[in-house]
Protein backbone atom coordinates (compact mmCIF):
# COMPACT_ATOMS: atom_id res chain seq x y z
CA UNK A 1 0.00 0.00 0.00
CA UNK A 2 1.42 3.39 -0.93
CA UNK A 3 -0.37 6.73 0.82
CA UNK A 4 -0.04 9.77 -1.10
CA UNK A 5 -0.78 12.84 1.29
CA UNK A 6 -1.39 16.25 -0.58
CA UNK A 7 -3.34 14.23 -3.30
CA UNK A 8 -4.32 17.12 -5.16
CA UNK A 9 -1.79 19.01 -5.40
CA UNK A 10 0.48 19.51 -8.53
CA UNK A 11 2.98 16.69 -7.76
CA UNK A 12 0.62 14.41 -5.91
CA UNK A 13 -1.88 14.17 -8.37
CA UNK A 14 0.46 13.39 -10.97
CA UNK A 15 1.91 10.99 -8.56
CA UNK A 16 -1.75 9.25 -8.01
CA UNK A 17 -1.88 8.91 -11.93
CA UNK A 18 1.27 7.00 -12.35
CA UNK A 19 0.73 4.52 -9.38
CA UNK A 20 -2.82 3.76 -10.83
CA UNK A 21 -1.09 3.62 -14.57
CA UNK A 22 0.83 1.00 -12.82
CA UNK A 23 -2.36 -0.66 -10.84
CA UNK A 24 -0.34 -0.43 -7.91
CA UNK A 25 -2.05 -0.36 -4.83
CA UNK A 26 -2.44 3.38 -3.06
CA UNK A 27 -4.99 5.61 -1.53
CA UNK A 28 -4.84 9.59 -2.21
CA UNK A 29 -5.53 11.91 0.66
CA UNK A 30 -6.02 15.55 -0.21
CA UNK A 31 -4.21 18.39 2.14
CA UNK A 32 -7.24 18.49 4.21
CA UNK A 33 -8.62 15.57 4.30
CA UNK A 34 -8.58 13.64 7.56
CA UNK A 35 -6.07 10.87 7.71
CA UNK A 36 -6.99 7.14 7.33
CA UNK A 37 -7.18 4.29 9.91
CA UNK A 38 -4.89 2.13 10.27
CA UNK A 39 -1.49 1.12 8.57
CA UNK A 40 -1.10 3.36 5.84
CA UNK A 41 1.82 1.42 4.38
CA UNK A 42 4.66 3.08 2.45
CA UNK A 43 3.68 7.20 2.43
CA UNK A 44 4.69 9.70 0.33
CA UNK A 45 4.42 13.65 1.82
CA UNK A 46 3.72 15.76 -0.89
CA UNK A 47 2.03 18.46 1.25
CA UNK A 48 4.21 22.12 0.45
CA UNK A 49 3.61 25.48 -0.32
CA UNK A 50 5.78 26.43 -3.40
CA UNK A 51 5.84 29.99 -4.96
CA UNK A 52 4.09 32.02 -2.80
CA UNK A 53 5.50 30.92 0.49
CA UNK A 54 6.53 34.59 1.29
CA UNK A 55 3.10 35.73 1.26
CA UNK A 56 1.94 32.95 3.45
CA UNK A 57 4.38 32.33 6.13
CA UNK A 58 1.96 30.54 8.53
CA UNK A 59 0.51 28.01 6.07
CA UNK A 60 4.51 26.92 4.75
CA UNK A 61 5.50 26.02 8.39
CA UNK A 62 2.08 24.03 8.37
CA UNK A 63 2.23 22.29 5.47
CA UNK A 64 6.40 21.49 6.00
CA UNK A 65 6.09 21.13 9.39
CA UNK A 66 2.43 20.93 11.57
CA UNK A 67 0.85 18.31 9.10
CA UNK A 68 3.86 16.15 9.14
CA UNK A 69 3.76 15.86 13.01
CA UNK A 70 0.79 14.53 13.11
CA UNK A 71 1.52 11.61 10.92
CA UNK A 72 4.25 10.76 12.28
CA UNK A 73 2.60 11.00 16.00
CA UNK A 74 -0.54 9.60 15.33
CA UNK A 75 -0.29 7.19 12.30
CA UNK A 76 1.34 3.81 11.63
CA UNK A 77 3.21 3.47 8.53
CA UNK A 78 6.26 1.44 7.26
CA UNK A 79 8.03 3.92 5.75
CA UNK A 80 7.89 7.62 5.31
CA UNK A 81 9.43 9.80 1.80
CA UNK A 82 9.09 13.60 2.33
CA UNK A 83 9.11 15.75 -0.57
CA UNK A 84 12.01 18.64 0.44
CA UNK A 85 13.57 21.10 -2.52
CA UNK A 86 16.94 21.78 -3.63
CA UNK A 87 16.22 25.72 -2.54
CA UNK A 88 18.16 24.48 0.34
CA UNK A 89 21.09 24.61 -1.87
CA UNK A 90 20.86 28.65 -2.13
CA UNK A 91 24.07 29.83 -1.32
CA UNK A 92 26.11 27.11 -1.29
CA UNK A 93 29.25 25.94 -3.03
CA UNK A 94 28.31 22.47 -3.30
CA UNK A 95 24.68 20.59 -3.80
CA UNK A 96 26.15 17.41 -2.58
CA UNK A 97 22.95 15.73 -0.42
CA UNK A 98 25.30 14.79 2.60
CA UNK A 99 26.99 18.67 2.46
CA UNK A 100 26.05 21.24 5.39
CA UNK A 101 23.58 23.11 4.37
CA UNK A 102 23.15 27.05 5.10
CA UNK A 103 20.41 28.67 6.52
CA UNK A 104 19.55 32.43 7.76
CA UNK A 105 16.71 33.34 9.69
CA UNK A 106 16.89 36.59 9.83
CA UNK A 107 15.78 36.99 6.29
CA UNK A 108 12.52 35.95 5.29
CA UNK A 109 12.82 34.20 2.39
CA UNK A 110 14.53 31.48 4.16
CA UNK A 111 11.49 30.70 6.79
CA UNK A 112 10.89 28.08 3.59
CA UNK A 113 13.80 26.52 3.85
CA UNK A 114 13.89 26.31 7.61
CA UNK A 115 10.69 25.03 7.72
CA UNK A 116 12.03 22.38 5.01
CA UNK A 117 14.75 21.50 6.87
CA UNK A 118 12.76 20.99 9.99
CA UNK A 119 10.41 18.48 8.11
CA UNK A 120 13.48 16.96 6.99
CA UNK A 121 14.77 16.07 10.67
CA UNK A 122 11.60 14.79 11.37
CA UNK A 123 11.18 12.43 8.74
CA UNK A 124 14.93 11.16 9.19
CA UNK A 125 14.95 10.73 12.74
CA UNK A 126 11.96 9.18 13.25
CA UNK A 127 13.69 5.54 11.92
CA UNK A 128 15.51 4.08 9.63
CA UNK A 129 11.96 4.31 7.60
CA UNK A 130 12.54 8.14 6.89
CA UNK A 131 13.92 9.39 3.52
CA UNK A 132 13.88 12.62 1.79
CA UNK A 133 13.93 13.63 -2.17
CA UNK A 134 14.65 17.33 -2.36
CA UNK A 135 13.70 18.32 -5.88
CA UNK A 136 14.49 20.99 -7.95
CA UNK A 137 12.33 23.56 -10.22
CA UNK A 138 9.21 20.94 -11.62
CA UNK A 139 7.63 21.66 -15.19
CA UNK A 140 4.29 19.86 -16.77
CA UNK A 141 1.18 21.27 -16.83
CA UNK A 142 0.63 23.35 -13.55
CA UNK A 143 -1.58 25.94 -15.23
CA UNK A 144 -2.30 27.64 -12.33
CA UNK A 145 1.13 28.55 -10.57
CA UNK A 146 2.87 31.19 -9.99
CA UNK A 147 6.17 29.42 -10.54
CA UNK A 148 8.81 31.23 -12.83
CA UNK A 149 8.66 29.33 -15.72
CA UNK A 150 4.79 28.45 -15.73
CA UNK A 151 4.50 32.65 -15.83
CA UNK A 152 6.21 32.92 -17.98
CA UNK A 153 4.48 30.29 -20.34
CA UNK A 154 1.03 31.37 -19.75
CA UNK A 155 2.59 35.21 -20.77
CA UNK A 156 4.34 34.08 -23.89
CA UNK A 157 1.13 31.57 -25.84
CA UNK A 158 -1.19 34.59 -25.04
CA UNK A 159 1.66 36.86 -27.03
CA UNK A 160 2.04 39.41 -23.81
CA UNK A 161 5.26 41.57 -24.17
CA UNK A 162 7.08 40.52 -21.15
CA UNK A 163 9.33 42.00 -19.10
CA UNK A 164 11.32 39.85 -16.51
CA UNK A 165 13.04 41.16 -13.78
CA UNK A 166 15.61 39.07 -13.28
CA UNK A 167 18.33 38.98 -15.17
CA UNK A 168 19.22 37.08 -18.65
CA UNK A 169 22.25 35.06 -16.84
CA UNK A 170 20.43 33.83 -13.95
CA UNK A 171 20.07 29.92 -13.18
CA UNK A 172 18.50 27.40 -12.67
CA UNK A 173 17.91 23.31 -12.47
CA UNK A 174 14.35 22.14 -14.04
CA UNK A 175 13.11 18.83 -13.90
CA UNK A 176 9.73 17.20 -15.64
CA UNK A 177 6.84 16.37 -13.37
CA UNK A 178 6.67 12.87 -14.87
CA UNK A 179 10.65 12.36 -14.26
CA UNK A 180 9.56 13.10 -10.68
CA UNK A 181 6.43 10.95 -9.67
CA UNK A 182 8.49 7.89 -11.45
CA UNK A 183 11.75 8.90 -9.51
CA UNK A 184 9.29 8.92 -5.74
CA UNK A 185 8.05 5.47 -7.03
CA UNK A 186 11.58 4.27 -7.16
CA UNK A 187 12.68 6.08 -4.31
CA UNK A 188 9.99 5.44 -1.74
CA UNK A 189 10.30 1.13 -2.61
CA UNK A 190 13.77 0.78 -3.34
CA UNK A 191 16.03 3.73 -2.25
CA UNK A 192 19.55 2.82 -0.56
CA UNK A 193 20.23 6.38 0.78
CA UNK A 194 18.07 8.32 3.28
CA UNK A 195 18.65 11.61 0.90
CA UNK A 196 18.27 12.41 -2.50
CA UNK A 197 18.19 15.06 -5.23
CA UNK A 198 15.69 14.42 -8.16
CA UNK A 199 16.50 17.30 -10.86
CA UNK A 200 17.58 18.06 -14.34
CA UNK A 201 21.41 17.59 -13.35
CA UNK A 202 22.04 20.83 -15.41
CA UNK A 203 21.35 24.88 -14.75
CA UNK A 204 19.58 26.65 -17.40
CA UNK A 205 19.64 30.20 -18.08
CA UNK A 206 16.52 33.12 -18.69
CA UNK A 207 18.29 33.41 -22.16
CA UNK A 208 18.43 30.17 -23.16
CA UNK A 209 14.73 30.18 -21.93
CA UNK A 210 13.22 33.27 -23.93
CA UNK A 211 15.28 32.76 -26.91
CA UNK A 212 13.24 29.40 -27.43
CA UNK A 213 9.89 30.43 -26.29
CA UNK A 214 10.46 33.87 -28.58
CA UNK A 215 11.26 30.93 -31.48
CA UNK A 216 7.91 28.92 -30.59
CA UNK A 217 5.45 31.68 -30.08
CA UNK A 218 6.79 34.78 -31.47
CA UNK A 219 6.30 36.83 -28.28
CA UNK A 220 8.13 39.65 -26.97
CA UNK A 221 10.41 39.24 -23.95
CA UNK A 222 12.75 41.79 -22.89
CA UNK A 223 15.28 42.04 -19.36
CA UNK A 224 14.62 44.68 -17.21
CA UNK A 225 17.48 47.56 -17.00
CA UNK A 226 19.47 46.10 -13.91
CA UNK A 227 17.52 43.43 -13.02
CA UNK A 228 19.86 41.26 -10.58
CA UNK A 229 21.12 38.31 -11.21
CA UNK A 230 20.02 35.03 -9.58
CA UNK A 231 22.22 31.77 -9.72
CA UNK A 232 22.09 28.12 -7.79
CA UNK A 233 24.99 25.73 -7.74
CA UNK A 234 24.46 22.58 -10.20
CA UNK A 235 22.45 19.82 -8.70
CA UNK A 236 23.99 16.59 -8.42
CA UNK A 237 22.10 13.94 -9.87
CA UNK A 238 24.64 11.17 -9.00
CA UNK A 239 22.79 9.03 -6.57
CA UNK A 240 19.74 8.81 -9.22
CA UNK A 241 22.02 7.83 -11.93
CA UNK A 242 24.00 4.90 -10.02
CA UNK A 243 20.36 3.55 -8.59
CA UNK A 244 17.96 3.64 -10.72
CA UNK A 245 19.72 4.24 -14.41
CA UNK A 246 17.73 8.03 -14.33
CA UNK A 247 18.40 9.86 -17.37
CA UNK A 248 16.17 13.25 -16.60
CA UNK A 249 14.45 15.18 -19.78
CA UNK A 250 15.52 18.38 -20.94
CA UNK A 251 13.49 21.43 -19.97
CA UNK A 252 14.70 23.18 -23.65
CA UNK A 253 13.54 20.37 -25.62
CA UNK A 254 9.97 19.84 -23.87
CA UNK A 255 9.19 23.79 -24.40
CA UNK A 256 7.54 23.03 -27.58
CA UNK A 257 5.44 20.47 -25.54
CA UNK A 258 4.97 22.94 -23.12
CA UNK A 259 4.19 25.66 -24.81
CA UNK A 260 1.43 23.20 -26.66
CA UNK A 261 -0.37 22.17 -23.94
CA UNK A 262 -0.30 25.91 -22.24
CA UNK A 263 -1.59 27.06 -25.42
CA UNK A 264 -4.72 24.60 -25.47
CA UNK A 265 -5.22 25.36 -22.14
CA UNK A 266 -5.31 29.19 -22.82
CA UNK A 267 -7.19 28.52 -25.64
CA UNK A 268 -10.26 26.56 -23.34
CA UNK A 269 -10.70 29.45 -21.09
Not at 45 to 67: M, N
Not at 153 to 168: D, F, H, N, S, W
Request: proline share 4%; charged share 25%; net charge negative.
Amino acid sequence: MITVLGASGFIGSHLVERLQKYKLEHQAVGRNDPLPAGNLGRVIYCIGVTADFRSRPFETVDAHVCKLLEVVKNCEFESLLYLSSTRLYAGSDTSDEDEPLIVRPQYSSDLYNLSKLMGESITLNCGRTGRVVRISNVYGPDFTSNNFLSGLLRQAVKGEKIVLRTGASSEKDYVCVHDVVEQLIFIGSDGKERIYNVAGGANITHLQLTEKLQELTGCEIQFAPDAPITRFPRITIERQRREFGFVPASVLRDLQWLVQIYSEESSSQ
